[in-house]
């Protein structure tokens, strides 16, 4: 298509859309929104009865459950979850990002869902908040590229597609990949949880309110679980660090 703009108009403009957050195409060719208003079907008579609707309902947690039961390690956990067709949040994103770290590490952390820059790259937390994230561990000696299992981490989260817009993850997303978190967890077997977050909270613990749980040993997955305030949290909100400190320092007691 012919444009008037030149190359370095044209990419300050998708910089700009990029920062306002319309960083994703939805289809190739743009779209004429007037001209789709009067083609837009036209609302059937009052007196026309409607067409019964055909649903299929399927039970998406039980189908997600059967699949986790059925795998016995990460690698067919994974193909398990790219094989699962129910979470219309897969539609959308270009990875599923599943872990990172060391898989014989004592810490588990589950952090929410997939951001920008983790659905490109395909792992949690390389962004921003993940930055944050390894420098926090680091403060403590933890390290997700740590090959002893006393100094590593490994790292989940609860959704493995990014929500559009890194939106709130709903209820019935994370009711759906429970299963798979909960298998996940078990062939991992890490003896300690960092609950990242809300979202972490309400998949282990049932739960939110991150700024009362926070620092509060808990059980999650069948094992003792910290929740913390999320490292993004943390970027917008500096002065609750000082807490976030505190909670490290909890984790490195219990780790002896
Ligand atoms: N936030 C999360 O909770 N998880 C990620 O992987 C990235 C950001």
Redesign the pocket.
Known sequence: MESALDWHSALALLDWQVELGADEAIGDAPVDRFAVAEEAPKKPKDNVPDQPVQRQEVDAIDIARQAATGADSLETLREAMAAFEHCALKRGAKSL?FADGNPAARVLIL?????R??DREG?????R??QLLDRMLAAIDLDRTAETPESAVY?T??LPWRPPQNRDPEAEEIAMMLPFVQKHIELVNPEVIIL??N??CRAGLGKQGILRLRGKWAEAFGRPALPMT???YLLRQPHAKREAWADLLSLKARLG
């Open positions: 990002v952090g929410e869902a997939p951001g820059d983790e792992r949690p937390f390389v962004g908040a993940g790292i989260n609860v990242m977050g979202i972490a999320h490292p993004a």
